[in-house]
């Protein structure tokens, strides 16, 4: 007995310890810009759990088999049950308290918050040096992609010039109890921007803002403006998606191919073996094939295989030098978007926030307007 009070003491200090650092300390003491120490925490947390249920497990069939008592096992199953509990209170207490970093600047806003959107709570990151800079609206990918994290590290160059607004679409992350799975619609993504876009036009006294998506974000941006022009200066998409389903049949076609050219014949049998996109089952297993990078690639002595040199030539035969890459994920952040920040800066800098001097133009006759069914389950990024 002796031992379960002490037990309950130490559980008791550890968990007044993590309401502390959560609730006071971590965002406005210690002010953390990296949570990968709180990860490896939970990780710690995880092995513990998991390794003192095992342990109880393994020390009560050993026991029952010599014909022994099994105290040691109901201590082991003890300190796995009050750690898992520990774990479950983490993580609680860190949605719960979930923040934005600070941003510095002469009117600065970083803002984590939910916002009431068609009748249903989603959640905005808000950041920028000055308040009264042009808005940026970001699209993630997906659908159901959440990228607040990347957007913060890949973006903090823009938020000099711009109010960066990171949206989660319903069914992503922090929102993804704004609406059942299966209720999501192309039209709950347009009208949901739509009344995004018209929160962040009456909270920042803008007539327009600026509108940028990102691979499935990208297609939705282009319907989000043809839908309302009148709300947007101007649409910025990279990895824009134009066509779904010939993009897959590309990327197949690539990887089969690729495989083919290193003689990686495991990876060419399994892709011949599914076959072409589009798939009626097992569509995330056979779509990972190949997508992922990590999957089908193996060390060739080719000189043909080595990565160019900066500057990089595309199949179009135009040069392109990357000058910023994102340092979280490694992808090239310019010149395309260093290049669309700088002509969008020079004309928010001459003119007022709310004005309608600067018309968007986009091509959109060969967009998609409603995915195809098979595309609607399929997570693309």
Request: glycine share 8%; charged share 20%.
């Amino acid at each position: 007995m002796s031992h379960v009070k002490t037990a309950m003491i130490i559980w008791s200090v550890l968990a007044l310890g993590l309401i502390i650092y959560y609730v006071c300390l971590r965002q406005h003491v210690l002010r953390i810009q990296d949570p990968r120490g709180e990860v490896y925490g939970a990780a710690a947390l995880t092995v513990v759990t998991l390794g003192g249920l095992l342990a109880a497990l393994v020390i009560r069939i050993v026991t029952a088999f010599l014909h022994r008592p099994a105290a040691a096992a109901a201590i082991s199953l003890q300190i796995s049950l009050l750690t898992g509990a520990l774990l479950i209170l983490m993580v609680a207490l860190s949605q719960v308290t979930a923040f934005t970093p600070a941003v510095e600047g002469p009117d600065p806003i970083s803002e984590l918050r939910s916002v009431t959107v068609n009748g249903r709570t989603e959640w905005l990151s808000l950041r920028g040096q000055d308040r009264s800079k042009p808005v940026l609206l970001f699209l993630s990918g997906g659908p159901g992609g959440s990228q607040l994290v990347t957007a913060r590290h890949c973006f903090a160059d823009l938020e000099r010039d711009y109010v960066v607004v990171t949206w989660e679409q319903p069914g992503a992350a922090k929102s993804y109890g704004a609406i059942s799975p299966a209720d999501i619609t192309l039209d709950t993504y347009l009208s949901d921007g739509a009344a995004v876009t018209e929160t962040l036009r009456r909270e920042f006294g803008q007539d327009r803002i600026y509108l940028m998506g990102e691979s499935w974000g990208s297609a939705l941006g282009l319907m989000m403006a043809r839908e309302h022009p009148e709300y947007y200066r101007a649409f910025v998409g990279t990895g824009q998606m134009i066509d779904f389903l010939e993009t897959e049949r590309i990327d197949y076609q690539m990887a089969l191919e690729d495989a083919r050219r290193t003689g990686n014949r495991k990876l060419v049998d399994k892709l011949e073996e599914q076959g072409p996109p589009p798939y009626k089952s097992g569509i995330a297993l056979k779509t990972n094939a190949y997508l992922s990078p990590c999957m089908g690639r193996r060390r060739v002595p080719d000189s043909s295989m080595a990565p160019p040199s900066p500057p990089w030539t595309d199949p179009t035969g135009s040069s392109t030098a990357c000058s910023t890459r994102c340092p979280s994920s490694g992808a090239c952040t310019g010149p395309s978007i260093r290049s669309t920040a700088s002509s969008t800066r020079s004309t928010s800098a001459n003119a007022r926030p709310n004005s309608r001097s600067r018309s968007i133009s986009f091509t959109a006759a060969t967009t998609t307007t409603r995915p195809p069914a098979w595309w609607r389950t399929t997570t693309h990024g």
